[in-house]
């Protein structure tokens, strides 16, 4: 139950429901029979922490367990934080109310980088100290999950484990590894001694780095038996893993509210810009079957009337259209609609077409990302200017008048006539349009494009690049702007100060912790909010600390500099990024998995095991 | 097709639900008991469902008309069954049957009111100046409303709305049991009438709890 003392302040704060948890489904427990309390820490709003797949996974995965209670904790919005600063109320986790600082796990999902403040101002919230060694306790631990964690270094004095790779399994390790060590009266550094022994945990602490009279990585040591490289979990069979057949529903609406299933892991793409791309291989298919079942249960017990089919080039799925229609046989008469995001339409059948509802209400999205062949070769974004068009022919034809491009900016080897070209895709859609005799009558069209900045990230083949300049992409913007000549082509692009400090932290060192602390010191929070973001403080707290945000930005490293995520392993050889990062800039593209295995070396993670070709075959 | 008045107690932590989250939560539950909605037709079919008189965010009720049109021949006994299974926290399935009234016909509500303060002397002097201030009846409220395009602020006096009211003190408590208009065309909020009696008062209660007991037609009979 509520205390009086937060219904008061419920009521003077905007959507209190984000504060009370109570939803259906939610887990609630008998404290007496727990061994191990778990907090899920999502920095950023319920609203968005709530559409997060991962953290519906390992919710009902910790909550399967009878000795474990795992809860849900949402970063606060500023209204509610001063009213919880002022009323000396903690944060607290929404299914119990209880504070977090008493509990034995505290785990952050870390899904962007600007979110980095906001786990700092969580702990704080908690009342813990900020850094781990300032938390002497074995409890609670504090660590990390999550794509961030690739490069985990920004963040190192203040997380105790960070856990590269996929949680399904490696949660479970740490439970069990932490119900030990409480019963044994372990220290933290016992316990942590302890953990590295297990695969795909990182403790920070126990590595020493130095550094060359240039400010690179000289080296980063292990000790206390911590190993040299860190190896990223996976779960070998999606089939026999585990996936809730409850997701709890909210009371507010959230931004992804429905039914989720995921089809695939991996990507068979190999976009060289897409860190996903490379972080989730090797690829692992789930069967239709499990699928259908997984989704059935979902609906059942949440009486969503949407499933979306998510992964990340969804038609890659091999077996997408007969799951389509195991799917529309019942969903169809509950009426339920299935909505398909990243979704590639060239050859798919009309029938299905018609029933599908992603497609049908949201109009058409398509992602050239970049404006000319050039580069798209470059990236090794396989779309071509006639994919595009026949897209858009097809959709016009359908009836739609609006379509939405996406782009990058920023990319290596961009000139201002790839970003004019930008300009010139958009123009040639609504050319299409006019020249279109099925074309919907009376109606005009419009062609959205949303330019976003690339950001250079670990693990990729361009991790080695140069991110433009906050004035370069500054000037490629307003180009960008100039270049269009018509009022059905509407533009918009990313502020562009956050995609610079994103870049910072995705490729940054330890001695970023320091910028990161004295930036919250100072007030920031919610930096991943244009309205919130303040330029100003982050400026400042990089000249503090005097550390340079261009060079982790802006610098161009060679393939022999140490990286400071050199240390952490997600299974991708450095030689096959180099090789692809030559081959982009000779403008040579990368055939997918499908057609042709590149060596990534990330099926060696899975015994040799990937599902790119065909998932009999392998 | 047949319409369904089904009456929910909200309490706990479902007062924070909001009209427009109060609408999708039912939706699915009504989806979860497998209780077949009536859809509109037309280009964008939606289930019929509806608050007759949604309540203000934080506030409780005693019983809440729910109205519903569904396309099954489930009796109410089973309507009741079905829908019980599935409440979220927070709601409970009082009854189920015909809508006996239209929901237009709701004139007002009668709201149970605690205030709770430090001690029982303060208790017992606010719930006098309460009383006070009522029965002078020059209590008004701002009230920001639309002419054309323009926002206006209008002066309201409320005891106009206001067809009850008895306020006593019991213990640190001052108890309030009010009967307010209450409709789609005039409506007292019983939070507005609350401020408007802190300011000219020049009281804060520590908490406060409002509770809706139940809608009233016009001659004071029950809403049914
Ligand atoms: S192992 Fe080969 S097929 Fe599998 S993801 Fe890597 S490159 Fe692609």
């Known amino acids: ?618 | 097709m047949r319409s369904v008045r089904v009456w929910l107690e909200k309490s706990g932590r479902a007062i924070y639900t909001s009209h427009l989250d109060l609408n999708r939560c039912m939706t699915r539950a009504v989806r979860r008991a497998n209780i077949p909605l009536w859809y509109t037709e037309g280009f964008n079919p939606h289930p019929y469902l509806m608050f007759p008189l949604p309540l203000p965010l934080g506030q409780s009720s005693d019983g809440e008309p729910m109205d519903i049109r569904i396309e099954t021949d489930m009796t109410d006994g089973e309507i009741f069954d079905a829908l019980s299974r599935v409440m979220p926290e927070g709601f409970t399935v009082k009854s189920v049957g015909e809508p006996k009234d239209k929901a237009g016909d709701v004139a007002m509500a009668q709201y149970g009111i605690t205030l709770e303060f430090p001690d029982s002397a303060q208790a017992e002097r606010t719930a006098g100046v309460i009383r006070t201030l009522i029965d002078g009846g020059e209590l008004t409220a701002e009230k920001t409303g639309k002419k054309g395009r323009m926002k206006v602020v209008k002066e309201i006096k409320l005891n106009d709305f206001i067809h009850r009211f008895e306020a006593g003190s019991e213990d640190c408590y001052v108890k309030i049991s009010a009967v307010l208009s209450a409709g789609s065309t005039v409506n007292l909020n019983p939070a507005l009438l609350l401020d408007a009696l802190y300011k000219a008062g020049d009281f804060e209660p520590v908490y406060t709890e409002i509770r809706r007991q139940k809608l009233l037609k016009s001659d004071f009979s029950d809403f049914e």
């Open chain 1, 1 to 618: 139950m509520l205390s009086k003392e937060l219904k008061n302040i419920l009521l003077k704060v905007q959507k209190p429901g984000r504060y009370t948890g109570g939803e259906l489904n939610s887990v609630v427990k008998n404290r007496a029979d727990i061994a191990v309390r778990y907090a899920f820490c999502f920095p950023d709003t319920y609203e968005i922490g709530m559409s997060h797949l991962g953290m519906k996974i390992l919710y009902g995965l910790v909550n399967e367990r009878e000795d474990a209670w795992c809860e849900r904790v949402f970063a606060p919005w500023l209204d509610m934080e001063e009213q919880m600063r002022k009323n000396n109320i903690p944060l607290y986790a929404l299914e119990s109310g209880d504070p977090i600082a008493g509990f034995d796990i505290i785990g952050f999902t870390l899904q962007y980088e600007l979110c980095y403040t906001n786990v700092l101002n969580m702990l704080d919230l908690a009342g813990l100290p900020v850094r781990s060694a300032d938390r002497k306790a074995l409890t609670p631990i504090v660590i990390a999950g999550g794509p961030c964690v690739c490069n985990p270094e920004p963040l190192a004095p203040f997380i105790d484990l960070f856990l590269p790779g996929e949680g399904e399994e490696v949660t479970n390790d740490i439970i069990d590894l932490i119900k030990k060590h409480k019963a044994l009266g372990s220290t933290k550094e016992e316990f942590l001694k302890d953990a590295v022994k297990i695969q795909g945990v990182y403790a920070p602490s126990f590595y020493s780095v130095e550094y060359n009279s240039d400010d690179t990585v000289k080296a980063v040591t292990p000790s206390n038996g911590a190993p040299e490289k860190v190896k990223k979990r996976i779960v070998s069979d999606l089939d026999s893993c585990y996936y809730p057949d409850k997701f709890v529903v909210p009371f507010l609406e959230v931004v992804h509210d429905r039914t989720t299933a995921e089809l695939f892991r991996g990507c068979i793409r190999g976009c060289r810009f897409c860190q996903a791309g490379f972080l989730y291989r090797p690829i692992r298919e789930k069967a239709a079957k499990t699928v259908e079942d997984q989704c059935r249960r979902l609906c059942d017990s949440t009486g969503y009337d949407e499933i979306s089919l998510c992964s990340l080039s969804t038609s890659d799925y091999t077996k997408l259209f007969p799951l389509l229609n195991d799917l529309l046989e019942w969903t169809e008469k509950d009426r339920i609609n299935i909505a398909l995001p990243s979704l590639r339409i060239d050859n798919f059948p009309e029938e299905l077409m018609q029933k599908i509802s992603g497609v049908r209400r949201s109009g058409l999205t398509f992602a050239p990302e970049a404006g000319t062949q050039r580069l798209r070769d470059v990236i090794n974004k396989n779309v071509t200017e006639e994919e595009v068009m026949s897209t858009a022919k097809e959709a016009f034809d359908g009836g739609w008048t609006a379509v939405k491009l996406y782009f990058m900016i920023g990319l290596p080897t961009e000139t201002l006539e790839d970003v004019e070209g930008i300009a010139k895709l958009a123009q040639k859609v609504v050319d299409e349009f006019y020249h279109n005799p099925n074309k919907p009558k009376g109606k005009s069209v419009t062609v959205s494009v949303s330019a976003s900045t690339f950001v250079p990230k670990p693990f990729t083949p361009f991790q080695w690049e140069a991110q433009d300049t906050a004035g370069v992409i500054a000037e490629k913007q307003k180009h960008l702007f100039e270049s269009n000549t018509t009022r059905k082509v509407n533009i918009s692009c990313h502020k562009v100060y956050t995609s610079v400090l994103e870049g910072v932290f995705a490729r940054g060192d330890r001695r970023l912790a320091e910028v990161i602390e004295t930036a919250w010191r100072s007030g920031c929070k919610f930096d991943g909010w244009d309205d919130v973001f303040d330029t100003e403080k982050w400026t400042q707290a990089f000249e503090k600390c005097n550390i340079s945000p261009e060079f982790y930005a802006s610098r161009q490293r060679s393939f022999d500099e140490v990286l400071p995520w050199d240390h952490m392993d997600y299974g991708i050889s450095k030689n096959f990024l180099i090789n692809e990062n030559k081959r982009a800039h000779e403008g040579v593209t990368t055939p997918s998995c499908r057609e042709k295995c590149s060596g990534c070396g990330t099926n060696k993670l899975n015994g040799g095991v990937c599902h790119a070709l065909c998932k009999s075959m392998a």
